[in-house]
């Protein structure tokens, strides 16, 4: 008998746990792949900012709340969830405080939000079995991705895709793999080892266990090419 947790069997959410789950996963991989906080070129046309982060964080706000009242009574408060809240008020307070354009209190608050809408759709979404075992194959894919670019980058010493410019410190090369920064990589990759750990002993696939075991090398090496 197998009582292994994970597997990607479903479960019926209705259409707005479908449209949230969709759009909450392809914020988290816009995230990953598409920096666009770093990135030089920005398209923002009558004061409104059309990066593809940007684009997509009203209508995930707005699919959270289409979701969040079917799964109201769901919704518990936390301790934790002071500290949350207190740190989207500290992102509003802090930017209109130093903001010179409309544009970003604007942004703020949309991010804000977009925190807001992950953080508790994301909890509601994750008592679901089938859609966190998604979630965690995804997150450790994207893992394998972003570590085996940086390793790739430090080989070739450039970045051929996004065009960053790496950072060297005593001489070293570090490129930032997708997130273009050593520094974030390595917040990302402190972040996203667990659930390699997890999927590696948990998951229903023996196929995925050992991709998984494969993406923890990947990863350390990608950490000791980047000097994270």
Do not use: C
């Not at 209508?59 to 799964?71: H, K």
Request: proline fraction near 4%; avoid cysteine.
């Amino acid at each position: 008998m197998n009582n292994r947790t994970v597997g990607v069997d479903g479960g019926r959410e209705g259409a707005a746990g479908t449209v949230f789950y969709a759009l909450f996963l392809a914020t988290i991989l816009l995230v990953i792949f598409y920096p666009e906080t770093l990135l030089k070129h920005k398209l923002i046309v009558g004061g409104i900012n059309l990066t593809p982060l940007s684009t997509l964080a009203p209508f995930t706000i707005l699919a959270f709340l289409w979701f969040a009242v079917s799964r109201a009574r769901e919704l518990r408060p936390r301790l934790f969830d002071l500290f949350f809240i207190g740190a989207m008020a500290y992102i509003l307070i802090h930017t209109a405080l130093i903001a010179e354009a409309s544009l970003e209190l604007r942004l703020a608050g949309q991010y804000a939000g977009l925190g807001i809408a992950m953080y508790y759709g994301g909890a509601l979404l994750m008592k679901n079995p089938g859609r966190l075992a998604l979630f965690i194959r995804v997150m450790v894919i994207a893992l394998g991705v972003v570590s085996t670019y940086e390793i790739i980058s430090t080989l070739i010493q450039s970045d051929p895709i996004y065009g960053g410019i790496p950072t060297r410190d005593l001489s070293q090369f570090r490129g930032g793999s997708t997130l273009l920064h050593p520094v974030y990589l390595g917040g990302y990759l402190l972040q996203a080892v667990p659930f390699a750990i997890y999927a590696m002993y948990y998951d229903n696939s023996t196929r995925f266990r050992r991709f998984a075991q494969a993406v923890l090398v990947i990863t350390a090496l990608a950490a000791l090419f980047s000097y994270s």
